[in-house]
């Protein structure tokens, strides 16, 4: 995982050094800076967690709009009425544009808060996650080895959307 060059320039307080301070400071130093640390991996866990509960919504929401307009438009003899069917697929597809979006802001919210991890590391006596646990992934590179989760979930919307057209457009023209 690359870090912007900014963030450990930007993540330190120059008036709050352990350099020049007592034994006993250098220590209270050293536990606040763990305790920011672990602070700093828990917010980017329930970021994560946030983001799985945004992908259930959408599926969910998207299940039932899909549902709704079928069952619609089946109950009628066969054919709905071509306004329910563009009603349904801009709903639809405002609703995967919307998604997608959600997904990508999640992404860029975690990449940051673990670029700051990264930089926490730099201070403390493993580089647990940005050097020792990314390197053991592979740092992505081989999507045989590991395959990030953002990578896939971001393709999952657009999937739902290419599937609402093409159904549209078979059931209006079929």
Partial sequence: MTR?????????NSSVSPRGQTRAARETYRAVLLEQYKLCVEMADRVSARRNLTNTFFLSL??????GAVSAGGA??????????VAALVILLTQCAAWFFLIRSYRQLNAAKWAVIGA???????YAYSRGEWAALGEG????RYLPL???EQWVPWIFAASYVLGGTAIAFG
């Avoid at 912007?4 to 330190?12: F, G, R």
């Avoid at 926490?120 to 493993?126: C, K, S």
Wanted: net charge positive; aromatic share 10%; hydrophobic share 50%.
């Fill in 150 to 152: 953002t990578h896939v």
């Fill in 76 to 85: 009628r003899a066969g054919r709905a009425p071509l306004w329910l069917l």
């Fill in 62 to 67: 998207n299940s039932l709009v899909a549902a």
């Fill in 120 to 126: 926490f590391e730099e201070r403390l006596p493993a």
């Fill in 4 to 12: 912007p060059p900014d963030v450990s320039a930007a993540l330190w």
């Fill in 141 to 144: 590179r081989d999507w045989r």
